[in-house]
């Protein structure tokens, strides 16, 4: 296996982890959004993961309104794990 085709596959994987990361704060924020049920075991590993994936950016914005608090303090880091993932793929991309 050559250096190049293993840059590629790293960078896929490294695309693919920072978009499942993006997928679950996303989903998280349309379930909150939604309202959905917090006893379904479903919303609650959601909950849970996308509460770990922004715990750095915990309470980072502290509006009144709780919806534009939800979508702030976990849109934020799905949009920098998506910029910085997708970097470093481009960087490794380029190294191949």
Request: hydrophobic share 55%; proline share 1%.
């Amino acid at each position: 296996m050559s250096s190049g085709t293993r840059n590629n596959q790293a960078a896929r994987i490294v695309v693919i982890v920072a978009d499942v990361m993006a997928g679950i704060l996303g989903l998280w924020i349309l379930m909150s959004l939604l309202d959905a049920n917090q006893g379904n075991d479903l919303v609650s590993v959601v909950r849970d993961a996308a509460g770990w994936l922004a715990g750095w950016s915990h309470d980072l914005f502290t509006m009144d309104a709780e919806w534009l608090r939800t979508v702030l303090n976990y849109g934020l880091p799905a949009v920098v794990y998506l910029f910085i993932g997708h970097a470093v793929a481009a960087r490794l991309g380029r190294a191949a």
